[in-house]
């Protein structure tokens, strides 16, 4: 799945110098900008945000805030995003994961995803690591598979509620590869975290950047990291593939959106300042080491990207069982 999409966003990207080279010389920003983060401080998206935010202050010398608003499974923050003034210094930073599937998650939605979001660009694409509590007897994946079909449902996982990114990630997995591990929901990634460190749960799936501390104190043991290849910080953690997974692969489409409504010359100067930002030599590598793949994209590009996650994060969902937050 995610071959094919990462060879469309390639192949599409040709296009982006004709696209730039169309757009106005807009002035952006004019004023201070706004990124909103459906999440805490600590992972992928507020590490991107402020990485982006940092540059665009330095570009423009307008002010950029990051603005942590989570809950909800970042529903919160995407309400606050959409009703903003659609005039380009409000932006969203979203996980793919979540925009795709919050419809089929939350039948009370105060935003349409389609609608109600002008799109700005693709910004990377976000790895996780699958962390277990060191008194678990695994050193790879399938062991640890292996541990739960020997004892059903006697092995628990953290995730930081119903129809979070780990929540999807590892039922996901569970479909592949038959394990039989039971879901235990926290209030946000951070305590879902800490638990797995203490021992409540045995297993987590997490951002890098909330993985590095765990296992860097080894609080944590990393088995797998999600992506297609290994990444940076943990040179030694094997893929999912080379742990013997081949067809489970998992990277989180992280992007910005802004308000519907706002001019398309605004957006298209939106998205010229972001893909400028994300071209820096120094801001790529920053990323690398969060094991994160730097990636620009037209809006349209970005908009395609999520409607092909929304296909396969419903049928996740659906083939999993997960129920709705009514």
């Known amino acids: 799945m995610w071959k094919r999409l990462l ?37 992928n998206t507020d590490f991107m945000a402020r990485v982006i935010g940092a540059k665009m202050q330095e570009r423009s010398g307008q002010t ?20 903003s003034a659609p005039d380009g210094h409000t932006m969203f930073i979203t996980l793919g994961t979540i925009l795709s599937s919050s419809p089929f998650l939350y039948p009370k939605l105060p935003y349409d995803i389609m609608k109600d979001f002008a799109y700005v660009s693709l910004a990377g694409m976000g790895n996780y690591v699958m962390l277990v509590h060191p008194g678990v007897p695994a050193k790879n994946v399938m062991e640890l598979v292996a541990l739960t079909k020997a004892r059903p449902q006697a092995y628990r996982y953290a995730s930081g509620g119903v129809g979070s990114p780990v929540n ?3 039922e996901l997995l569970k479909l592949r590869t038959g394990m039989q591990i039971l879901h235990v929901p926290y209030k946000g990634g951070a305590p879902a975290v800490i638990a797995a460190a203490g021992g409540e749960v045995e297993m987590t799936v997490v951002s890098v950047p909330s993985a590095a501390g765990m296992v860097k104190t080894k609080k944590l043991n990393a088995l797998a990291v999600t992506g297609p290849t290994r990444i940076g910080v943990f040179p030694d953690v094997p893929t999912m593939k080379e742990s013997g ?71 996740v969902i659906k083939e999993a069982n997960i129920p709705p937050n009514l």
């Open 245 to 315: 997974i081949p067809d489970y692969e998992v990277l989180d489409a992280i992007g910005l959106v802004t308000p519907a409504g706002t001019p398309a010359n605004v957006v298209r100067a939106m998205n010229a300042e972001i893909r400028a930002i994300l071209q820096m030599e120094d801001v790529k590598a920053r990323f690398l080491e969060q094991g994160i793949e730097a990636m620009g994209s037209t809006p349209e590009e970005f908009r395609a990207i999520i409607q092909k996650e929304q296909q396969r994060w419903g049928r």
């Open 64 to 83: 950029v805030l990051v603005d942590n608003r989570p809950g909800a499974a970042s529903t919160i923050g995407g309400e606050v995003a959409a009703r």
């Open 168 to 170: 999807l990630a590892v």
């Open 7 to 43: 060879c469309t966003v390639m192949l599409l990207h040709a296009s982006l110098g004709a696209w730039a080279a169309s757009a106005p010389a807009d002035a952006y920003p004019t004023k201070p900008v706004r990124i909103i983060d459906g999440f805490a401080a600590g992972g």
